[in-house]
């Protein structure tokens, strides 16, 4: 059953793909190259470096994403305004060309902390079209029947990413410097620029007129929205931070830099396939429930990882994946599912904002836990307690509206 203003589609199975192939591309690239995908997971990855170099500690040096995270969230909902009246190309186009500025200026860094600081908040301005919103406003007005699956696919870019940045970042920065990897970044930024707008053209699907589009308050107050924006900050204040410290951890348990590579390339691959998995799963199987038995068994793998030790490594490295690439998924589903397509951009943008807020605050708590008591233990035992906690609150949303039983 179709959601409130959710348009019956004309177009089903194969033939939605073959019609919307183009656009499906774009966005995964998009993704893949975008500001959640790069900036953060680069910190990670040469975190040790800016701590040699700069003698900062890891809290302060995970405050730089936090703070790109935090004002990400604070535009997230006037992006989410934007994406439902302006064209797609304009606002990635923008969007990336600032990313790539931004990066290849990192790599001039000089150890002023506030300089660190602001370049992550103006970054988080300039380059915040190139974060998913948009992406997901273009895929849920393409597809209809297969939407679940094309938002799966999209977000594959993200998962990419999270495979090749461990794999080929780790050894190249080890021989060329934190510097040199960033100016790479940059021209990998650049470079993609062009393909993306190609493919995604100068479409408007879903853009709406402010007089069409249905205000969001009734969605608001709904016990539904609330749940889902619960269970969206538990689950990358859980698992944001493990990510971003997950190559720092495995290292302090006396994993060599290549292995410690390797196993981060397994979370990457895990967050491709559970985007995918997610996305065939919830085009047929209720979403709520796989949600609830994602986190669930992502709970399950930290909580062994955190007993076994590093010889669970993979487990650690399976659950961030599991986790991450589900999450964007369900919004953008569940999101047009209960609410329809008129207020999608709005409402995702405000659920986008709690994402972040979550992802925000994660990576400096485990950045405090490993300064203050030389483990990352604790919090692998708290993040499996938020996201068996998250698990129980998908179970108690309703059905879709239209459906049997809603």
Same mark, same amino acid.
């Given at each position: 059953?179709?959601?409130?203003?959710?348009?019956?589609?004309?177009?089903?199975?194969?033939?939605?793909?073959?019609?919307? +192939?183009?656009?499906?591309?774009?966005?995964?690239?998009?993704?893949?190259?975008?500001?959640?995908?790069?900036?953060?997971?680069?910190?990670?990855?040469?975190?040790?470096?800016?701590?040699?170099?700069?003698? +900062?500690?890891?809290?302060?040096?995970?405050?730089?994403?936090?703070? %790109?995270?935090?004002?990400?969230?604070?535009?997230?909902?006037? %992006?989410?305004?934007?994406?439902?009246?302006?064209?797609?190309?304009?606002?990635?186009?923008?969007?990336?060309?600032?990313?790539?500025?931004?990066?290849?200026?990192?790599?001039?860094?000089?150890?002023?902390?506030?300089?660190?600081?602001?370049?992550?908040?103006?970054?988080?301005?300039?380059?915040?079209?190139?974060?998913?919103?948009?992406?997901?406003?273009?895929?849920?007005?393409?597809?209809?029947?297969?939407?679940?699956?094309?938002?799966?696919?999209?977000?594959?870019?993200?998962?990419?990413?999270?495979?090749?940045?461990?794999?080929? =970042?780790?050894?190249?920065?080890?021989?060329?410097? +934190?510097?040199?990897?960033?100016?790479?970044?940059? %021209?990998?930024?650049?470079?993609?620029?062009?393909?993306? =707008?190609?493919?995604?053209?100068?479409?408007?699907?879903?853009?709406?007129?402010?007089?069409?589009?249905?205000?969001?308050?009734?969605?608001?107050?709904?016990?539904?929205?609330?749940?889902?924006?619960?269970?969206?900050?538990?689950?990358?204040?859980?698992?944001?931070?493990?990510?971003?410290?997950?190559?720092?951890?495995?290292?302090?348990?006396?994993?060599?830099?290549?292995?410690?590579?390797?196993?981060?390339?397994?979370?990457?691959?895990? %967050?491709?396939?559970?985007?995918?998995?997610?996305?065939?799963?919830?085009?047929?199987?209720?979403?709520?429930?796989?949600?609830?038995?994602?986190?669930?068994?992502?709970?399950?793998?930290?909580?062994?990882?955190?007993?076994?030790?590093?010889?669970?490594?993979? =487990?650690?490295?399976?659950?961030?994946?599991?986790?991450?690439?589900?999450?964007?998924?369900?919004?953008?589903?569940?999101?047009?599912?209960?609410?329809?397509?008129?207020?999608?951009?709005?409402?995702?943008?405000?659920?986008?904002?709690?994402?972040?807020?979550?992802?925000?605050?994660?990576?400096?708590?485990?950045?405090?836990?490993?300064?203050?008591?030389?483990?990352?233990?604790?919090?692998?035992?708290?993040?499996?307690?938020?996201?068996?906690?998250?698990? =129980?609150?998908?179970?108690?949303?309703?059905?879709?509206?239209?459906?049997?039983?809603?």
């Amino acid at each position: 059953m179709q959601a409130a203003n959710d348009p019956v589609p004309g177009v089903g199975g194969l033939s939605e793909f073959a019609a919307g +192939w183009r656009v499906l591309a774009g966005a995964a690239l998009g993704i893949g190259v975008g500001i959640i995908a790069l900036p953060a997971p680069a910190i990670g990855v040469f975190m040790r470096g800016l701590q040699s170099d700069f003698g +900062w500690t890891r809290a302060e040096i995970s405050l730089g994403p936090t703070i %790109l995270i935090v004002t990400l969230a604070a535009i997230a909902p006037l %992006l989410g305004w934007l994406a439902d009246r302006v064209a797609p190309r304009l606002i990635v186009g923008a969007a990336l060309a600032a990313l790539a500025a931004g990066l290849f200026l990192f790599s001039r860094l000089n150890g002023d902390l506030g300089v660190y600081y602001a370049g992550f908040a103006l970054l988080a301005v300039a380059a915040s079209g190139s974060a998913t919103i948009v992406y997901a406003k273009l895929l849920s007005a393409t597809f209809h029947r297969n939407r679940g699956a094309a938002l799966g696919l999209a977000m594959v870019g993200n998962g990419a990413t999270g495979i090749l940045l461990p794999l080929l =970042l780790v050894p190249y920065a080890a021989a060329a410097g +934190w510097r040199a990897g960033f100016v790479t970044l940059a %021209l990998v930024v650049a470079l993609a620029l062009p393909l993306v =707008l190609l493919l995604i053209g100068g479409r408007r699907e879903g853009a709406t007129t402010a007089a069409a589009a249905a205000p969001p308050g009734d969605a608001l107050r709904s016990r539904a929205f609330w749940i889902m924006a619960t269970c969206f900050a538990l689950i990358p204040l859980a698992v944001a931070g493990l990510h971003l410290h997950f190559l720092s951890y495995l290292v302090d348990m006396g994993i060599g830099p290549a292995r410690a590579g390797a196993i981060a390339g397994v979370g990457g691959a895990a %967050l491709m396939v559970a985007r995918i998995l997610t996305g065939f799963l919830i085009d047929h199987i209720f979403a709520p429930h796989v949600a609830a038995a994602m986190m669930g068994l992502s709970a399950a793998a930290i909580a062994g990882m955190a007993l076994l030790g590093p010889d669970a490594a993979v =487990l650690g490295a399976v659950a961030i994946g599991v986790s991450l690439g589900a999450e964007l998924d369900l919004i953008g589903y569940m999101t047009a599912r209960y609410f329809g397509l008129d207020r999608f951009g709005r409402l995702y943008g405000i659920l986008y904002a709690i994402v972040l807020a979550g992802s925000a605050a994660s990576p400096v708590i485990y950045g405090l836990i490993a300064d203050r008591s030389g483990s990352y233990i604790a919090g692998l035992y708290a993040a499996a307690a938020l996201l068996a906690l998250s698990a =129980l609150l998908f179970l108690a949303l309703p059905r879709f509206p239209g459906e049997a039983g809603a």
